[in-house]
Structure formats: structure tokens, C-alpha cells
């Protein structure tokens, strides 16, 4: 009974949402063509609004694809300018160099114009001046003529005085040499035992036959001797020897001393030989 129940409710229902549907179809159907007339315009505004939005995008492109070339175009312009103004400000530096250096020049020049102008005023003053130093020089090579003159005069009697200077020293070194103890004499004149220098010995002798109107000292000391060949005109130093009551006279003699220069006698170059034995190769004498 209540599946009957049911079906028959179930049955009712379908019945009534029937007579309701099929009631209200043809403003169901005027609305429906309506909508779909509204909605088919509304695709074909929405279509030329696509189509507008479209032409709209490519319009953009293109016009972004100038403003990008205005750019880099705009870029490559400014990169031009900043060089152009890196070659003013360098032209402008390099001008400012070239002005500081006419600025230079023009301050040399001045300054050398006004060297020009005291030059050539100290040459005026020179010129006003060389009268007067042309007449002062004229006094002084008069001067000058008058001293040489004076000059030659005092010449002459220098010579004349140098002449007789040179007579008197003549009658002096022959008075000298006519000064000597006459009737001495040196009783051997030895060499000492020991060189005293590279080359020297000392030689010395024993003063003999003193006359009475001499001293021993100042008779060794003006007597002559000759050693090995020179004359020598006086002893170098006088002195009494040790335990002798003779004075004795002493020389340096530099000359013909070679027994006071040291010598090699021999050079030898040997080489050792099979037997052990040392032979000389080569001999050399030096003295």
C-alpha cells in the first residue's frame, strides 16, 4: 500500500510539474529566443570589441616598437652628445692651457721688453759716459806710458844690481871654496858596516893635520872629501868619536850603494819526475 502510496504521489507531482511547464512554454520559448538574440548580439559586440582590442594590441606594438627605437635612437643621441661634451670640455681645457700658456709668453715678452728698455737705457747712460771714460783712458795710457818708462828705467837697475849680485856671489862661492883648513886632510873614509836606507850608506872619516887658526868643528865642517867619484863640499854632521880625540866627519852617499838594494839571486822552476827527484827546467839570474 505505501509503494502504491508513493508511485501515485510520485505521479501526481510529475503531472503537475507538467501541466505548469507546458502551461508557460511559448513565453518560455519568446524568452528563450529572445536571450539567445540578446546573447548573440552581445557575442558579435563582444567579437568587434576583441577585434577593436586587437587592432588596439597591434596599434600598441607598433608603437611601442617606435618608442623603443625613439629610445635607442634617443640613447645613441645622448652617448653623441656626451662625447661631443667630452670633446668641448677637453677643447675647453686644452684652450684654457693654450691661453695660460699666450698668458706666459705674453708676461715674458713684456718682461723682456722692459729688459730691452733698461738695457737700452743703461746703453744711453753708457754712451753719455764713454767721453768721459775715452778722456779718463786717455789720461791712463798716458799714465800707463809715463809708468812704463819708469818701469824700463827701474829694469835697467835691477840688472845692473842682479849683475852685481851675481859678481859678488861669484867672488863669494870662490872665497868659499878658497875656505877651507889647507894642509888637512881625511885620514880614510870608510863605508859603515849596515846600509841605513834603500840605496844609502854612511861613510866616515877621521880629520887629520887641524891647522893651529882652525877649530876641529869648523874645520871638519868647510872641509871637501870626494866618495866614489864626487865631490862633496862639506861633511853632512861633525862629531868626536868614542875614545878618540880626532873629529869625525860623516856622509850619506845615495850613489853606487848597489849592495844597499835588496836582490834575488836566483829563480828556480822545477817539476817533480818519475823518481821522485826535483830538477830544475829554467834558471834566471836577477839582480
Not at 125 to 141: G, H, K, N, T
Not at 151 to 157: H, I, N, S, W
Not at 194 to 213: F, H, M, V
Not at 245 to 259: A, C, E, T
Amino acid at each position: 500500500m505505501r509503494l502504491f502510496g508513493s508511485i501515485a504521489f510520485l505521479i501526481i507531482l510529475a503531472q503537475a510539474f507538467a501541466f505548469i511547464f507546458f502551461y508557460d512554454l511559448p513565453s518560455k520559448l519568446e524568452e528563450y529566443s529572445n536571450a539567445t538574440a540578446r546573447m548573440r548580439e552581445e557575442q558579435g559586440a563582444m567579437r568587434n570589441e576583441a577585434n577593436h582590442l586587437e587592432s588596439e594590441r597591434i596599434a600598441l606594438r607598433s608603437e611601442s616598437n617606435r618608442l623603443e627605437e625613439e629610445r635607442l635612437a634617443l640613447e645613441s643621441a645622448t652617448l653623441k652628445l656626451e662625447s661631443e661634451r667630452e670633446a668641448l670640455e677637453s677643447a675647453i681645457h686644452h684652450s684654457e692651457m693654450e691661453r695660460s700658456r699666450l698668458e706666459q709668453e705674453k708676461q715674458l715678452l713684456e718682461d723682456e721688453r722692459q729688459s730691452s728698455e733698461q738695457e737700452r737705457g743703461a746703453l744711453e747712460d753708457e754712451r753719455q759716459l764713454s767721453e768721459q771714460e775715452r778722456e779718463a783712458l786717455e789720461v791712463v795710457i798716458h799714465r800707463s806710458k809715463l809708468e812704463r818708462l819708469q818701469f824700463e828705467r827701474e829694469k835697467q837697475l835691477l840688472e845692473q844690481e842682479r849683475e852685481a849680485l851675481r859678481e859678488e856671489r861669484e867672488r863669494w862661492e870662490k872665497a868659499r871654496e878658497d875656505y877651507y883648513p889647507r894642509g888637512a886632510f881625511w885620514g880614510g873614509v870608510l863605508p859603515a858596516v849596515d846600509c841605513r836606507a834603500y840605496g844609502k850608506r854612511e861613510y866616515w872619516g877621521t880629520l887629520e893635520n887641524i891647522p893651529e887658526d882652525w877649530t876641529d868643528m869648523n874645520a871638519c865642517m868647510n872641509m871637501p872629501v870626494e866618495i866614489k867619484g864626487v865631490s862633496i863640499r862639506r861633511p853632512d854632521r861633525c862629531s868626536y868619536a868614542e875614545g878618540s880625540p880626532h873629529i869625525h866627519g860623516y856622509w850619506m852617499v845615495d850613489w853606487n850603494q848597489s849592495d844597499c838594494k835588496p836582490w834575488h839571486r836566483e829563480f828556480h822552476d822545477t817539476v817533480r819526475s818519475q823518481s821522485d827527484d826535483w830538477r830544475p827546467l829554467n834558471r834566471t839570474h836577477a839582480t
